[in-house]
Protein backbone atom coordinates (compact mmCIF):
# COMPACT_ATOMS: atom_id res chain seq x y z
CA UNK A 1 0.00 0.00 0.00
CA UNK A 2 1.41 3.19 -0.41
CA UNK A 3 -0.60 5.55 1.58
CA UNK A 4 -1.31 4.44 4.87
CA UNK A 5 -4.61 5.67 6.62
CA UNK A 6 -4.11 8.83 8.50
CA UNK A 7 -4.87 6.99 11.59
CA UNK A 8 -1.94 4.21 10.67
CA UNK A 9 1.25 5.31 11.36
CA UNK A 10 3.61 5.47 8.12
CA UNK A 11 7.24 4.83 8.45
CA UNK A 12 7.85 5.87 4.77
CA UNK A 13 5.97 9.46 5.15
CA UNK A 14 7.90 12.48 5.94
CA UNK A 15 6.54 14.58 8.71
CA UNK A 16 6.28 18.25 8.45
CA UNK A 17 8.40 18.88 11.26
CA UNK A 18 11.53 17.07 9.51
CA UNK A 19 14.23 19.52 9.41
CA UNK A 20 17.21 20.00 7.05
CA UNK A 21 19.57 19.16 9.90
CA UNK A 22 20.54 18.11 12.81
CA UNK A 23 23.15 18.83 15.01
CA UNK A 24 23.04 15.14 16.42
CA UNK A 25 21.33 11.79 15.32
CA UNK A 26 21.18 9.03 17.81
CA UNK A 27 20.88 5.23 16.90
CA UNK A 28 18.52 3.14 19.52
CA UNK A 29 17.21 -0.51 18.95
CA UNK A 30 14.88 -0.61 22.00
CA UNK A 31 12.21 1.75 24.14
CA UNK A 32 14.42 1.60 27.12
CA UNK A 33 17.28 3.10 25.57
CA UNK A 34 15.25 6.57 24.99
CA UNK A 35 15.37 7.24 29.01
CA UNK A 36 17.46 10.05 29.76
CA UNK A 37 16.83 11.90 26.03
CA UNK A 38 14.72 14.82 26.10
CA UNK A 39 11.67 15.04 23.53
CA UNK A 40 11.71 19.03 22.95
CA UNK A 41 15.54 19.11 21.52
CA UNK A 42 14.66 19.05 18.63
CA UNK A 43 18.20 19.66 17.34
CA UNK A 44 18.66 15.82 18.10
CA UNK A 45 17.06 13.29 15.79
CA UNK A 46 16.77 9.56 17.18
CA UNK A 47 17.38 7.10 14.65
CA UNK A 48 15.21 3.96 15.71
CA UNK A 49 15.52 0.57 14.54
CA UNK A 50 12.38 -0.50 16.31
CA UNK A 51 8.95 0.40 15.44
CA UNK A 52 7.34 1.16 18.72
CA UNK A 53 9.93 2.90 20.00
CA UNK A 54 10.14 4.95 16.94
CA UNK A 55 6.22 5.53 17.78
CA UNK A 56 6.17 6.49 21.20
CA UNK A 57 8.85 8.86 20.41
CA UNK A 58 7.36 10.68 18.18
CA UNK A 59 4.27 10.40 20.16
CA UNK A 60 5.61 12.30 22.52
CA UNK A 61 6.77 15.30 20.63
CA UNK A 62 10.62 14.14 19.75
CA UNK A 63 12.02 13.93 16.44
CA UNK A 64 12.58 10.53 15.28
CA UNK A 65 12.60 8.38 12.06
CA UNK A 66 12.27 4.81 11.77
CA UNK A 67 15.62 3.84 9.92
CA UNK A 68 13.77 1.51 6.51
CA UNK A 69 12.13 5.52 5.95
CA UNK A 70 15.48 5.64 4.23
CA UNK A 71 15.22 2.48 2.44
CA UNK A 72 12.04 3.35 0.44
CA UNK A 73 13.58 3.18 -2.50
CA UNK A 74 15.97 0.43 -2.21
CA UNK A 75 15.20 -1.29 -5.31
CA UNK A 76 13.45 -0.26 -8.61
CA UNK A 77 12.15 -3.73 -10.07
CA UNK A 78 14.68 -3.42 -12.92
CA UNK A 79 15.70 -6.89 -14.01
CA UNK A 80 19.66 -6.36 -13.10
CA UNK A 81 18.37 -6.56 -9.53
CA UNK A 82 17.05 -9.94 -10.03
CA UNK A 83 20.81 -11.43 -9.00
CA UNK A 84 20.94 -9.29 -6.00
CA UNK A 85 20.65 -12.31 -3.23
CA UNK A 86 22.11 -14.94 -5.41
CA UNK A 87 25.51 -12.52 -5.86
CA UNK A 88 26.03 -13.08 -1.72
CA UNK A 89 26.44 -17.05 -3.06
CA UNK A 90 29.71 -16.94 -4.83
CA UNK A 91 31.88 -16.68 -1.81
CA UNK A 92 33.31 -20.36 -1.23
CA UNK A 93 34.77 -20.24 -5.08
CA UNK A 94 38.68 -20.02 -5.18
CA UNK A 95 39.74 -19.37 -8.46
CA UNK A 96 36.59 -20.70 -10.09
CA UNK A 97 36.34 -24.17 -7.67
CA UNK A 98 34.76 -24.67 -4.72
CA UNK A 99 36.43 -24.82 -1.76
CA UNK A 100 34.04 -26.08 0.55
CA UNK A 101 32.92 -29.52 -2.05
CA UNK A 102 32.48 -32.48 0.62
CA UNK A 103 31.11 -35.98 -1.12
CA UNK A 104 30.62 -34.11 -4.21
CA UNK A 105 28.33 -31.59 -2.46
CA UNK A 106 28.81 -28.21 -1.76
CA UNK A 107 28.63 -27.20 1.56
CA UNK A 108 28.91 -23.34 1.13
CA UNK A 109 25.31 -23.57 -0.74
CA UNK A 110 23.95 -25.36 2.29
CA UNK A 111 24.28 -21.73 3.72
CA UNK A 112 22.68 -19.75 1.19
CA UNK A 113 19.83 -18.96 3.34
CA UNK A 114 22.01 -17.36 6.19
CA UNK A 115 24.58 -16.21 3.80
CA UNK A 116 22.39 -14.02 1.65
CA UNK A 117 19.84 -13.16 4.56
CA UNK A 118 22.50 -11.31 6.39
CA UNK A 119 23.74 -9.87 3.24
CA UNK A 120 20.51 -8.04 3.01
CA UNK A 121 20.73 -7.50 6.49
CA UNK A 122 24.15 -5.47 5.73
CA UNK A 123 23.07 -3.58 2.66
CA UNK A 124 19.73 -2.34 4.09
CA UNK A 125 21.61 -1.53 7.19
CA UNK A 126 24.79 0.51 5.79
CA UNK A 127 22.44 2.29 2.98
CA UNK A 128 20.00 3.25 5.63
CA UNK A 129 22.99 5.19 7.89
CA UNK A 130 24.52 6.56 5.06
CA UNK A 131 21.79 8.23 3.69
CA UNK A 132 20.69 9.36 6.90
CA UNK A 133 23.93 11.18 7.29
CA UNK A 134 24.35 12.13 4.16
CA UNK A 135 20.53 13.68 4.45
CA UNK A 136 20.78 15.77 7.63
CA UNK A 137 24.69 16.12 8.11
CA UNK A 138 24.93 15.67 11.81
CA UNK A 139 27.79 16.94 13.83
CA UNK A 140 27.79 14.03 16.19
CA UNK A 141 26.34 10.34 16.17
CA UNK A 142 25.67 8.84 19.39
CA UNK A 143 24.89 5.11 19.82
CA UNK A 144 22.57 3.69 22.72
CA UNK A 145 21.79 0.57 20.73
CA UNK A 146 22.11 -1.39 17.18
CA UNK A 147 20.15 -4.02 16.30
CA UNK A 148 18.65 -5.23 13.09
CA UNK A 149 15.71 -7.81 11.80
CA UNK A 150 16.60 -11.51 12.96
CA UNK A 151 20.15 -10.37 14.28
CA UNK A 152 21.39 -11.54 11.39
CA UNK A 153 24.31 -8.91 12.16
CA UNK A 154 24.96 -8.39 16.30
CA UNK A 155 25.23 -5.40 17.46
CA UNK A 156 29.27 -5.21 16.93
CA UNK A 157 28.84 -6.18 13.66
CA UNK A 158 26.54 -3.32 12.67
CA UNK A 159 29.11 -1.09 14.98
CA UNK A 160 31.97 -1.65 12.56
CA UNK A 161 29.41 -0.52 9.92
CA UNK A 162 28.81 2.86 11.75
CA UNK A 163 31.98 3.28 12.64
CA UNK A 164 33.14 3.26 8.77
CA UNK A 165 30.87 5.39 7.87
CA UNK A 166 31.05 8.11 10.29
CA UNK A 167 34.87 8.46 10.16
CA UNK A 168 34.52 8.39 6.57
CA UNK A 169 32.44 11.95 7.30
CA UNK A 170 34.88 12.89 9.64
CA UNK A 171 31.92 12.72 12.43
CA UNK A 172 32.05 12.40 16.24
CA UNK A 173 31.04 9.34 17.38
CA UNK A 174 29.59 8.98 21.13
CA UNK A 175 29.27 5.03 22.34
CA UNK A 176 26.38 5.70 25.20
CA UNK A 177 25.26 1.87 24.59
CA UNK A 178 22.94 0.98 26.68
CA UNK A 179 22.89 -3.46 26.93
CA UNK A 180 19.31 -5.29 26.57
CA UNK A 181 18.24 -6.16 30.13
CA UNK A 182 15.91 -9.87 30.68
CA UNK A 183 12.77 -8.73 29.85
CA UNK A 184 12.91 -6.77 27.24
CA UNK A 185 10.94 -7.91 24.29
CA UNK A 186 11.70 -7.57 20.72
CA UNK A 187 10.23 -8.13 17.66
CA UNK A 188 12.08 -11.71 16.74
CA UNK A 189 12.73 -14.25 19.38
CA UNK A 190 16.37 -14.78 19.26
CA UNK A 191 17.29 -16.72 15.91
CA UNK A 192 19.93 -19.27 17.66
CA UNK A 193 21.75 -20.64 14.42
CA UNK A 194 23.17 -23.52 15.57
CA UNK A 195 21.04 -26.50 16.55
CA UNK A 196 21.99 -28.89 19.25
CA UNK A 197 23.47 -31.97 18.39
CA UNK A 198 21.24 -35.10 18.86
CA UNK A 199 21.83 -36.69 22.15
CA UNK A 200 23.70 -39.86 21.52
CA UNK A 201 20.99 -42.18 23.17
CA UNK A 202 18.50 -40.13 21.18
CA UNK A 203 20.06 -41.08 18.11
CA UNK A 204 20.54 -44.82 18.71
CA UNK A 205 17.12 -44.97 19.64
CA UNK A 206 15.99 -43.02 16.69
CA UNK A 207 18.13 -45.20 14.34
CA UNK A 208 16.87 -48.47 15.84
CA UNK A 209 13.07 -47.46 15.14
CA UNK A 210 13.59 -46.62 11.91
CA UNK A 211 15.68 -49.87 10.90
CA UNK A 212 13.22 -51.66 12.48
CA UNK A 213 10.69 -49.67 10.63
CA UNK A 214 12.37 -49.80 7.32
CA UNK A 215 12.51 -53.68 7.59
CA UNK A 216 8.81 -53.98 7.88
CA UNK A 217 8.19 -52.07 5.13
CA UNK A 218 10.95 -54.12 3.06
CA UNK A 219 9.09 -56.78 3.75
CA UNK A 220 5.94 -55.39 2.71
CA UNK A 221 7.48 -54.42 -0.75
CA UNK A 222 8.22 -57.89 -1.78
CA UNK A 223 4.79 -58.37 -1.82
CA UNK A 224 4.31 -55.66 -4.10
CA UNK A 225 4.94 -54.79 -8.02
CA UNK A 226 7.71 -53.14 -8.65
CA UNK A 227 7.31 -49.67 -9.66
CA UNK A 228 9.76 -46.55 -9.65
CA UNK A 229 10.32 -45.34 -6.42
CA UNK A 230 10.18 -41.37 -5.54
CA UNK A 231 11.82 -40.14 -2.32
CA UNK A 232 9.55 -37.37 -1.25
CA UNK A 233 11.22 -34.36 1.18
CA UNK A 234 8.04 -31.87 1.46
CA UNK A 235 6.02 -30.29 4.51
CA UNK A 236 3.63 -32.51 6.49
CA UNK A 237 0.21 -30.94 4.16
CA UNK A 238 1.77 -31.61 1.16
CA UNK A 239 2.65 -35.46 1.97
CA UNK A 240 -1.13 -35.47 3.41
CA UNK A 241 -2.18 -34.33 0.21
CA UNK A 242 -0.15 -36.89 -1.81
CA UNK A 243 -0.37 -39.82 0.50
CA UNK A 244 -3.73 -39.49 0.54
CA UNK A 245 -4.32 -40.34 -2.91
CA UNK A 246 -0.85 -42.81 -3.14
CA UNK A 247 -3.05 -46.18 -2.92
CA UNK A 248 -2.40 -47.49 -6.95
CA UNK A 249 -0.25 -44.59 -7.77
CA UNK A 250 2.13 -45.28 -11.19
CA UNK A 251 4.84 -44.65 -8.42
CA UNK A 252 5.98 -46.19 -5.02
CA UNK A 253 6.17 -42.97 -2.78
CA UNK A 254 9.49 -43.14 -0.51
CA UNK A 255 9.69 -41.37 2.88
CA UNK A 256 11.78 -40.80 5.79
CA UNK A 257 10.51 -42.78 8.41
CA UNK A 258 12.05 -40.39 11.45
CA UNK A 259 9.61 -37.25 9.99
CA UNK A 260 6.65 -39.60 9.85
CA UNK A 261 3.92 -39.98 12.90
CA UNK A 262 5.10 -43.11 14.89
CA UNK A 263 1.87 -44.81 16.06
CA UNK A 264 0.94 -48.49 14.27
CA UNK A 265 -2.06 -47.12 13.15
CA UNK A 266 -0.17 -44.94 11.21
CA UNK A 267 2.40 -46.92 9.80
CA UNK A 268 -0.41 -49.22 9.05
CA UNK A 269 -2.18 -46.58 6.82
CA UNK A 270 1.04 -46.01 4.98
CA UNK A 271 1.42 -49.91 4.04
CA UNK A 272 -2.08 -49.52 2.65
CA UNK A 273 -1.32 -47.00 0.88
CA UNK A 274 1.74 -48.15 -1.06
CA UNK A 275 4.26 -46.30 0.82
CA UNK A 276 7.63 -46.84 1.35
CA UNK A 277 9.82 -45.72 4.88
CA UNK A 278 13.00 -45.81 5.02
CA UNK A 279 15.95 -44.72 7.87
CA UNK A 280 18.54 -42.84 7.84
CA UNK A 281 21.98 -44.45 9.00
CA UNK A 282 23.68 -43.45 11.75
CA UNK A 283 27.15 -42.04 11.06
CA UNK A 284 29.89 -39.98 12.58
CA UNK A 285 32.93 -38.04 11.14
CA UNK A 286 35.87 -39.29 11.59
CA UNK A 287 39.59 -37.02 12.06
CA UNK A 288 40.51 -37.19 8.67
CA UNK A 289 36.91 -35.58 7.74
CA UNK A 290 37.10 -32.68 10.40
CA UNK A 291 40.88 -31.84 9.02
CA UNK A 292 39.15 -31.69 5.49
CA UNK A 293 36.56 -28.86 6.70
CA UNK A 294 39.58 -27.06 8.41
CA UNK A 295 40.99 -26.86 5.40
CA UNK A 296 38.51 -25.34 3.62
CA UNK A 297 38.20 -22.16 6.02
CA UNK A 298 42.00 -22.26 5.33
CA UNK A 299 41.72 -22.21 1.86
CA UNK A 300 39.40 -19.40 1.62
CA UNK A 301 41.54 -17.31 4.62
CA UNK A 302 44.25 -17.58 2.34
CA UNK A 303 42.09 -16.34 -0.74
CA UNK A 304 40.90 -14.05 1.39
CA UNK A 305 44.25 -12.36 2.16
CA UNK A 306 45.62 -12.14 -1.20
CA UNK A 307 42.03 -10.44 -2.14
CA UNK A 308 41.20 -8.09 0.66
CA UNK A 309 37.35 -6.84 0.77
CA UNK A 310 36.70 -3.64 -1.69
CA UNK A 311 33.97 -2.38 0.45
CA UNK A 312 32.56 -2.44 3.71
CA UNK A 313 29.45 -5.02 3.05
CA UNK A 314 32.36 -7.63 1.32
CA UNK A 315 33.91 -7.14 4.82
CA UNK A 316 31.28 -7.37 7.17
CA UNK A 317 30.10 -10.45 5.00
CA UNK A 318 33.01 -12.30 5.09
CA UNK A 319 33.27 -11.76 8.91
CA UNK A 320 29.52 -13.11 9.24
CA UNK A 321 30.45 -16.64 6.94
CA UNK A 322 33.67 -17.30 9.38
CA UNK A 323 30.93 -16.93 12.31
CA UNK A 324 27.97 -18.69 10.66
CA UNK A 325 29.70 -21.00 8.63
CA UNK A 326 33.58 -21.91 9.95
CA UNK A 327 32.44 -20.09 13.92
CA UNK A 328 30.62 -23.47 15.38
CA UNK A 329 29.87 -27.12 15.16
CA UNK A 330 27.55 -26.20 11.79
CA UNK A 331 29.11 -26.90 9.04
CA UNK A 332 30.50 -30.39 10.59
CA UNK A 333 26.70 -31.05 11.49
CA UNK A 334 25.84 -30.41 8.05
CA UNK A 335 28.85 -33.10 6.79
CA UNK A 336 27.95 -35.27 8.55
CA UNK A 337 24.04 -35.37 7.31
CA UNK A 338 26.24 -35.25 3.79
CA UNK A 339 27.28 -38.80 4.78
CA UNK A 340 24.29 -39.74 6.04
CA UNK A 341 22.22 -39.50 2.91
CA UNK A 342 24.78 -40.00 0.47
CA UNK A 343 24.99 -43.77 2.33
CA UNK A 344 21.37 -43.73 2.15
CA UNK A 345 21.40 -43.07 -1.63
CA UNK A 346 23.77 -45.90 -1.89
CA UNK A 347 21.85 -48.09 0.12
CA UNK A 348 18.60 -47.66 -1.28
CA UNK A 349 16.90 -48.05 -4.85
CA UNK A 350 15.47 -44.08 -5.34
CA UNK A 351 14.69 -43.02 -9.18
CA UNK A 352 13.27 -39.88 -8.45
CA UNK A 353 13.67 -37.16 -6.02
CA UNK A 354 10.96 -34.30 -5.47
CA UNK A 355 11.08 -31.53 -2.86
CA UNK A 356 9.36 -28.80 -1.80
CA UNK A 357 11.76 -25.73 -1.55
CA UNK A 358 15.10 -26.25 -3.33
CA UNK A 359 16.57 -23.65 -1.30
CA UNK A 360 15.86 -25.46 1.73
CA UNK A 361 19.36 -27.50 2.80
CA UNK A 362 18.40 -30.62 3.05
CA UNK A 363 16.67 -30.41 -0.24
CA UNK A 364 19.48 -29.03 -2.07
CA UNK A 365 21.97 -31.55 -0.02
CA UNK A 366 19.73 -34.35 -1.39
CA UNK A 367 19.24 -32.56 -4.87
CA UNK A 368 23.03 -32.30 -5.20
CA UNK A 369 23.61 -36.32 -4.19
CA UNK A 370 20.36 -37.23 -6.24
CA UNK A 371 22.58 -35.88 -9.71
CA UNK A 372 25.48 -37.45 -8.66
CA UNK A 373 23.75 -40.52 -9.45
CA UNK A 374 21.26 -39.27 -12.40
CA UNK A 375 18.28 -39.44 -10.59
CA UNK A 376 15.68 -36.65 -12.22
CA UNK A 377 15.20 -33.84 -9.62
CA UNK A 378 11.39 -32.58 -9.55
CA UNK A 379 10.14 -29.53 -7.37
CA UNK A 380 6.75 -28.65 -6.09
CA UNK A 381 7.02 -25.41 -4.61
CA UNK A 382 5.76 -25.66 -1.21
CA UNK A 383 4.28 -21.99 -0.83
CA UNK A 384 3.69 -18.80 -3.12
CA UNK A 385 6.48 -17.35 -4.79
CA UNK A 386 5.73 -14.24 -5.99
CA UNK A 387 9.45 -12.04 -6.52
CA UNK A 388 11.69 -12.53 -9.47
CA UNK A 389 14.45 -13.00 -7.39
CA UNK A 390 16.98 -15.63 -8.87
CA UNK A 391 18.36 -18.56 -6.73
CA UNK A 392 21.10 -20.36 -7.83
CA UNK A 393 19.63 -23.54 -6.82
CA UNK A 394 17.05 -22.86 -9.64
CA UNK A 395 19.23 -21.03 -12.09
CA UNK A 396 22.54 -22.30 -11.29
CA UNK A 397 25.40 -19.90 -11.02
CA UNK A 398 27.77 -19.77 -13.98
CA UNK A 399 30.09 -22.65 -11.97
CA UNK A 400 27.69 -25.09 -10.40
CA UNK A 401 24.30 -25.89 -12.64
CA UNK A 402 21.04 -25.57 -11.11
CA UNK A 403 20.23 -28.31 -8.59
CA UNK A 404 16.56 -29.15 -10.16
CA UNK A 405 15.53 -30.97 -13.79
CA UNK A 406 11.85 -30.33 -13.43
CA UNK A 407 8.91 -27.45 -11.85
CA UNK A 408 5.86 -29.32 -10.87
CA UNK A 409 3.94 -26.07 -11.31
CA UNK A 410 0.66 -25.65 -9.29
CA UNK A 411 -0.39 -23.12 -12.37
CA UNK A 412 0.45 -20.31 -15.11
CA UNK A 413 1.90 -17.89 -12.51
CA UNK A 414 4.80 -20.59 -11.78
CA UNK A 415 5.98 -21.08 -15.12
CA UNK A 416 6.00 -17.22 -15.64
CA UNK A 417 8.05 -16.74 -12.52
CA UNK A 418 10.29 -19.99 -13.38
CA UNK A 419 10.77 -18.11 -17.26
CA UNK A 420 11.57 -14.88 -15.16
CA UNK A 421 14.14 -15.98 -13.38
CA UNK A 422 16.25 -17.80 -15.51
CA UNK A 423 15.81 -21.35 -14.06
CA UNK A 424 16.58 -23.67 -16.64
CA UNK A 425 14.56 -26.73 -15.43
CA UNK A 426 11.39 -27.43 -17.77
CA UNK A 427 8.21 -27.13 -16.17
CA UNK A 428 5.09 -29.55 -15.84
CA UNK A 429 1.69 -28.15 -14.57
CA UNK A 430 0.19 -30.71 -11.62
CA UNK A 431 -1.54 -28.48 -9.61
CA UNK A 432 -1.82 -28.18 -5.95
CA UNK A 433 -2.67 -30.87 -4.60
CA UNK A 434 -3.36 -28.88 -0.60
CA UNK A 435 -6.41 -27.43 -2.70
CA UNK A 436 -8.02 -30.93 -2.96
CA UNK A 437 -6.77 -31.60 1.26
CA UNK A 438 -8.45 -28.87 2.03
CA UNK A 439 -11.89 -29.26 0.04
CA UNK A 440 -12.32 -32.59 1.14
CA UNK A 441 -12.15 -30.69 4.67
CA UNK A 442 -14.12 -27.67 4.24
CA UNK A 443 -15.59 -25.92 7.07
CA UNK A 444 -19.49 -25.70 8.16
CA UNK A 445 -21.42 -22.63 6.70
CA UNK A 446 -19.86 -19.32 8.02
CA UNK A 447 -20.83 -18.35 11.77
CA UNK A 448 -22.06 -15.06 10.80
CA UNK A 449 -21.26 -13.62 13.77
CA UNK A 450 -19.12 -10.63 12.72
CA UNK A 451 -15.97 -12.40 12.87
CA UNK A 452 -12.64 -11.13 11.18
CA UNK A 453 -9.27 -12.85 11.09
CA UNK A 454 -6.17 -11.23 10.11
CA UNK A 455 -2.59 -12.75 9.34
CA UNK A 456 0.51 -10.65 9.45
CA UNK A 457 2.30 -9.72 6.79
CA UNK A 458 5.55 -12.22 6.43
CA UNK A 459 8.34 -10.11 5.02
CA UNK A 460 9.92 -13.28 2.85
CA UNK A 461 13.75 -13.41 1.89
CA UNK A 462 12.69 -12.89 -1.65
CA UNK A 463 10.66 -9.74 -1.06
CA UNK A 464 13.83 -7.90 -0.99
CA UNK A 465 11.77 -4.40 -1.23
CA UNK A 466 9.87 -4.79 1.64
CA UNK A 467 9.99 -3.32 4.70
CA UNK A 468 9.84 -5.14 7.95
CA UNK A 469 8.54 -1.81 10.04
CA UNK A 470 5.17 -2.01 7.40
CA UNK A 471 3.87 -5.60 8.95
CA UNK A 472 2.61 -3.51 12.47
CA UNK A 473 1.43 -0.57 10.12
CA UNK A 474 0.06 -2.78 8.05
CA UNK A 475 -1.95 -5.13 11.42
CA UNK A 476 -3.58 -1.79 12.94
CA UNK A 477 -4.49 -1.17 9.02
CA UNK A 478 -6.56 -4.35 8.66
CA UNK A 479 -7.74 -4.15 12.07
CA UNK A 480 -9.17 -0.97 11.40
CA UNK A 481 -10.73 -2.06 8.17
CA UNK A 482 -12.74 -4.74 9.86
CA UNK A 483 -13.94 -2.48 12.34
CA UNK A 484 -15.24 -0.27 9.52
CA UNK A 485 -17.42 -2.97 7.69
CA UNK A 486 -18.91 -4.07 10.43
CA UNK A 487 -16.73 -7.14 11.62
CA UNK A 488 -16.94 -7.07 15.80
CA UNK A 489 -14.86 -10.07 16.22
CA UNK A 490 -11.60 -9.99 15.69
CA UNK A 491 -8.61 -12.15 15.68
CA UNK A 492 -4.92 -12.10 15.01
CA UNK A 493 -3.09 -15.01 13.77
CA UNK A 494 0.70 -14.39 13.71
CA UNK A 495 2.81 -16.15 11.86
CA UNK A 496 4.34 -19.26 13.11
CA UNK A 497 8.54 -19.20 13.42
CA UNK A 498 10.73 -16.53 15.09
CA UNK A 499 8.33 -13.18 15.61
CA UNK A 500 7.35 -12.94 19.16
CA UNK A 501 3.81 -12.60 20.30
CA UNK A 502 4.43 -10.51 22.71
CA UNK A 503 5.95 -7.84 20.41
CA UNK A 504 2.18 -7.58 18.92
CA UNK A 505 0.99 -7.35 22.27
CA UNK A 506 2.94 -4.32 23.28
CA UNK A 507 2.07 -2.71 19.82
CA UNK A 508 -1.43 -3.60 20.23
CA UNK A 509 -1.77 -2.59 23.62
CA UNK A 510 0.30 1.09 23.02
CA UNK A 511 -2.09 1.67 19.93
CA UNK A 512 -5.65 0.94 21.41
CA UNK A 513 -6.21 -2.09 19.08
CA UNK A 514 -8.42 -4.72 20.71
CA UNK A 515 -8.49 -8.13 19.85
CA UNK A 516 -7.71 -11.76 19.99
CA UNK A 517 -3.66 -12.76 19.39
CA UNK A 518 -2.67 -16.07 18.43
CA UNK A 519 0.45 -17.67 17.39
CA UNK A 520 0.79 -21.51 18.63
CA UNK A 521 -2.09 -23.73 17.02
CA UNK A 522 -3.39 -25.00 13.67
CA UNK A 523 -4.26 -22.22 11.10
CA UNK A 524 -7.40 -24.31 10.41
CA UNK A 525 -9.23 -24.03 13.26
CA UNK A 526 -9.36 -20.28 12.99
CA UNK A 527 -10.01 -20.39 9.40
CA UNK A 528 -12.76 -22.07 10.22
CA UNK A 529 -14.42 -19.72 12.95
CA UNK A 530 -13.59 -17.00 10.50
CA UNK A 531 -16.47 -15.04 8.50
CA UNK A 532 -13.56 -13.36 6.49
CA UNK A 533 -9.52 -13.71 6.16
CA UNK A 534 -7.76 -10.98 5.67
CA UNK A 535 -4.11 -11.39 4.92
CA UNK A 536 -0.84 -11.17 2.35
CA UNK A 537 -1.49 -12.10 -1.17
CA UNK A 538 2.02 -14.34 -0.65
CA UNK A 539 0.68 -16.46 2.08
CA UNK A 540 -0.18 -19.91 1.27
CA UNK A 541 -3.19 -19.59 3.29
CA UNK A 542 -5.05 -17.37 0.59
CA UNK A 543 -5.43 -20.83 -1.01
CA UNK A 544 -6.03 -23.01 2.13
CA UNK A 545 -8.83 -20.65 2.89
CA UNK A 546 -10.22 -20.24 -0.25
CA UNK A 547 -10.05 -23.88 -0.90
CA UNK A 548 -11.60 -24.58 3.02
CA UNK A 549 -14.56 -22.52 1.69
CA UNK A 550 -13.97 -19.41 3.52
CA UNK A 551 -13.66 -15.41 1.89
CA UNK A 552 -10.36 -13.88 1.62
CA UNK A 553 -8.91 -10.94 0.98
CA UNK A 554 -5.26 -10.40 0.18
CA UNK A 555 -3.50 -6.97 0.77
CA UNK A 556 0.02 -5.83 -0.21
CA UNK A 557 1.36 -3.16 1.67
CA UNK A 558 4.31 -1.39 -1.02
CA UNK A 559 7.34 -0.87 -1.45
CA UNK A 560 7.44 -4.62 -2.25
CA UNK A 561 8.97 -6.87 -5.27
CA UNK A 562 6.08 -9.27 -5.37
CA UNK A 563 5.05 -9.10 -8.66
CA UNK A 564 1.31 -8.31 -10.50
CA UNK A 565 2.09 -10.67 -13.14
CA UNK A 566 2.60 -13.76 -11.10
CA UNK A 567 -1.32 -13.13 -9.79
CA UNK A 568 -3.28 -11.69 -12.24
CA UNK A 569 -6.56 -11.97 -12.29
CA UNK A 570 -6.91 -11.54 -8.78
CA UNK A 571 -8.16 -8.67 -6.88
CA UNK A 572 -5.30 -7.17 -4.73
CA UNK A 573 -5.69 -4.16 -2.09
CA UNK A 574 -3.49 -1.90 -1.97
CA UNK A 575 -4.26 1.03 0.11
CA UNK A 576 -7.06 1.99 2.75
CA UNK A 577 -9.76 2.31 0.15
CA UNK A 578 -9.27 -0.92 -1.77
CA UNK A 579 -9.49 -2.93 1.37
CA UNK A 580 -12.67 -1.38 2.72
CA UNK A 581 -14.10 -1.94 -0.81
CA UNK A 582 -12.97 -5.44 -0.85
CA UNK A 583 -14.55 -6.22 2.44
CA UNK A 584 -17.92 -4.76 1.72
CA UNK A 585 -17.80 -7.29 -1.37
CA UNK A 586 -16.29 -9.98 -0.58
CA UNK A 587 -19.00 -12.47 1.16
CA UNK A 588 -17.98 -15.77 -0.53
CA UNK A 589 -14.77 -17.77 -1.52
CA UNK A 590 -13.34 -16.87 -4.71
CA UNK A 591 -13.99 -19.68 -6.83
CA UNK A 592 -12.36 -17.90 -9.66
CA UNK A 593 -9.36 -17.26 -7.74
CA UNK A 594 -8.64 -20.49 -6.13
CA UNK A 595 -9.22 -21.75 -9.87
CA UNK A 596 -5.85 -19.26 -11.04
CA UNK A 597 -3.87 -20.44 -8.14
CA UNK A 598 -4.08 -24.04 -8.46
CA UNK A 599 -5.19 -24.83 -12.28
CA UNK A 600 -7.93 -27.38 -10.77
CA UNK A 601 -9.22 -29.95 -13.04
CA UNK A 602 -12.78 -31.40 -12.56
CA UNK A 603 -11.69 -34.94 -13.58
CA UNK A 604 -8.04 -35.02 -12.26
CA UNK A 605 -7.37 -34.46 -8.33
CA UNK A 606 -3.34 -32.42 -8.66
CA UNK A 607 -2.59 -35.39 -6.30
CA UNK A 608 -2.86 -38.02 -9.00
CA UNK A 609 -1.48 -35.70 -11.53
CA UNK A 610 1.82 -35.55 -9.73
CA UNK A 611 1.92 -39.19 -9.23
CA UNK A 612 1.77 -39.18 -13.42
CA UNK A 613 4.19 -36.96 -13.76
CA UNK A 614 6.54 -38.02 -11.58
CA UNK A 615 6.15 -41.94 -13.30
CA UNK A 616 6.77 -39.87 -16.84
CA UNK A 617 10.04 -38.88 -15.75
CA UNK A 618 10.88 -42.50 -14.14
CA UNK A 619 9.90 -43.61 -17.59
Known sequence: MSHLSATVPDLTATPDWLCDHYQRIVFIAHGHQLDGLDPTDHTTLVLSLDWLAWRRWVDRGGHG??????????????????????????????????????????LGKLFNWQVSSAFHAINRFWIAV??????????????????????????????????????????????????????????????????????????????AFEWSVEKLFNVASWFRRRR??????????????????????????????????????????????????????????????????????????????????????EESLRAIIRTVVFGGQELAMRATEVRI?????????????????????????????????????????????????????????????????????????????????????????????????MRARKAGPAPRNGNALILPPHVDRSDVAA?????????????????????????????????????????????????????????????HWSDVVIGPVNSGAFVETLATGRPYVPFLIRPSALEPALYVGITVAENVEELDALLQTTTRADEAALDILSDRQPTLSAARRVWNAIAEACN
Open 467 to 527: LYGNVYSAVLLAIGAARRAGFTNIRVKVHPGFNDIRYYQEVLAYCGASCELYKDGALAEHI
Open 341 to 437: YGRMFRRQRIDCLMVGDSENHTCRMLLELARQRGVPCDELLNGMFLSYQQMDARCGDGFHPAAIDRLLSWNRGNEIWLKETGATASACRTGYPVVDL
Open 228 to 313: PRVLIFHNPLMVQALIGEAEGAPVEPVLLAGTQPKRPTDLLALLRAGVHLIGRPVIRLNNRDRQTLASMQKLLEDAWQHRPATDPI
Open 130 to 207: NRALDRFSPLRVAVRGLRVEYEFLDQDGLLALLRRAVHDRNLTLELDLIPPQPGWVFPELHYDRELPPEPRLRSVLRS
Open 65 to 106: LHFEYFLTTLFSGAPEERGYLMSACRWMYVDGADATMFDGVS
